[in-house]
């Protein structure tokens, strides 16, 4: 779900991430406004718990997993920020897209095509949590974890065979 507004290539890219990755054909389900509560104003960030809490507040996952995408800047108590955040085996995951974009990091112009490569990996990382994979020590397994976006772009949106095969235990066959 998009929480606030989301750019339809961050959407288009997420579906395309989990039908090439999982085989799961991913359904769009509404735009949730960005609570300001959740926002720090000396930050200029967005609490990740406070969006998912939000999240699961407004919509029930039942058997399905939900995945919320922002374009806002996201931080966790004790890091500057993160990529994302999951529950692990858990159903909700929240991925921003924000530290993804070469214009963040000072480019005068979006790269789409990494930034899209970008998306996906999170995407699928974040997903890997919710089906209960932790980090991997596996520099590009998609579920290294990325300190900075030299991490991100270091791995590959792939699951090493270690992780293939805990996925495999839990009937996800890929
Ligand atoms: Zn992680
Ligand atoms: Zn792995």
Redesign the pocket.
């Known amino acids: 779900m998009k929480l606030g507004s989301v750019n339809e290539t961050s959407v288009q890219t997420t579906k395309t991430a989990i039908f090439e990755r999982f085989k799961l054909k991913a359904e769009e389900a509404g735009t949730l406004p960005l609570s300001e509560s959740c926002f720090n104003k000396k930050r200029n960030q967005y609490l990740s718990s406070c969006l998912m809490e939000d999240m699961k507040n407004h919509i029930s996952a039942g058997n399905n997993i939900v995945i919320g995408i922002t374009e806002k800047d996201i931080f966790a108590r004790n890091l500057n920020f993160v990529f ?1 955040q ?1 529950e692990l085996g858990g159903r909700y995951a929240i991925v921003s897209t924000a530290r993804l974009k070469e214009t963040f990091y000072g480019a005068s112009q979006e790269n789409e095509k990494l930034l899209k490569k970008r998306i996906s990996t999170e995407v699928v ?2 997903l890997g ?1 919710v089906l209960g994979l932790e ?1 991997c020590l596996s520099r590009h397994c998609v ?1 290294f ?2 300190n900075s976006i030299v991490d991100t772009d270091m791995k590959s949106d792939q699951f090493c065979d270690v992780c293939k095969n805990q996925l495999s235990e839990i009937g996800f066959h890929l």
């Open positions: 994302g999951a990382h974040e949590h980090h579920m974890f990325s």
